[in-house]
T-cell receptor, first 114, second 108 residues
Framework: NAGVMQNPRHLVRRRGQEARLRCSPM?????VYWYRQLPEEGLKFMVY????????ESGMPKERFSAEFPKEGPSILRIQQVVRGDSAAYFC????????????FGQGTRLTVV | GQSLEQPSEVTAVEGAIVQINCTYQ??????LSWYQQHDGGAPTFLSY????GLEETGRFSSFLSRSDSYGYLLLQELQMKDSASYFC?????????FGKGTRLSVIA
């Protein structure tokens, strides 16, 4: 049973480009969470999705950021018109239920905006 | 909403015991979890407490007191490899959110 898979592991984008981060949850997990982590800082919640539904996006910036978790395929975190402040590690986690008794994290995508 | 507070840094000697505290404010609280993250790595699950009391898993134990909105992670027989950041996480009516993390440095 493969763990949570995120790709790419490293992504470099120029200011103004789009970044698409992918997350395939563990098999059997239908709950996905995205977090952002700046160097030397904690994990900041961004969005919580269940298959085809956004459950909680209270941590998402209002503009340029969007997330989806389609019926088929991975969850996608999309950042449009990236700026240098978007440079961070983005982690995805999945769990089998929404009760968060244990969440499994991917290795993260390190986004660098130049 | 939820907020969790934990110390930013702790230093302890190899072989010793260290306790990392976490206080929380959350609505509809379900339980408190702990995660370990080494530099450059992914957070990994350590423990989860839904009920008051102590949960023991090898060298690591975690404690929860719902009445005090307080928990802690206890690490025994510290090893150099335990040097990492430790995050407490709260789950409730809102998704799993984390404190800012405690950076543990184990010294010889």
């Amino acid at each position: 049973n493969a763990g949570v898979m995120q790709n790419p592991r490293h992504l470099v984008r120029r200011r103004g480009q789009e970044a698409r981060l992918r997350c395939s949850p563990m098999k059997g997990h239908s709950h996905v969470y995205w977090y952002r982590q700046l160097p030397e800082e904690g994990l900041k919640f961004m969005v919580y999705l269940q298959k085809e539904n956004i459950i909680d996006e209270s941590g998402m910036p209002k503009e340029r950021f969007s997330a989806e978790f389609p019926k088929e395929g991975p969850s996608i975190l999309r950042i449009q018109q990236v700026v240098r402040g978007d440079s961070a590690a983005y982690f995805c986690a999945s769990s089998p239920t929404g009760l968060n008794t244990e969440a499994f994290f991917g290795q993260g995508t390190r986004l660098t905006v130049v | 909403g939820q907020s969790l507070e934990q110390p930013s840094e702790v230093t302890a000697v190899e072989g010793a015991i260290v306790q990392i505290n976490c206080t929380y404010q959350t609505s509809g609280f379900y339980g408190l979890s702990w995660y370990q993250q080494h530099d450059g790595g992914a957070p990994t699950f350590l423990s989860y407490n839904a009920l008051d009391g102590l949960e023991e898993t090898g060298r690591f134990s975690s404690f929860l007191s719902r009445s005090d909105s307080y928990g802690y992670l206890l690490l025994q027989e510290l090893q150099m490899k335990d040097s990492a950041s430790y995050f407490c996480g709260g789950s409730g009516n809102t998704p799993l959110v984390f404190g800012k993390g405690t950076r543990l440095s184990v010294i010889a």
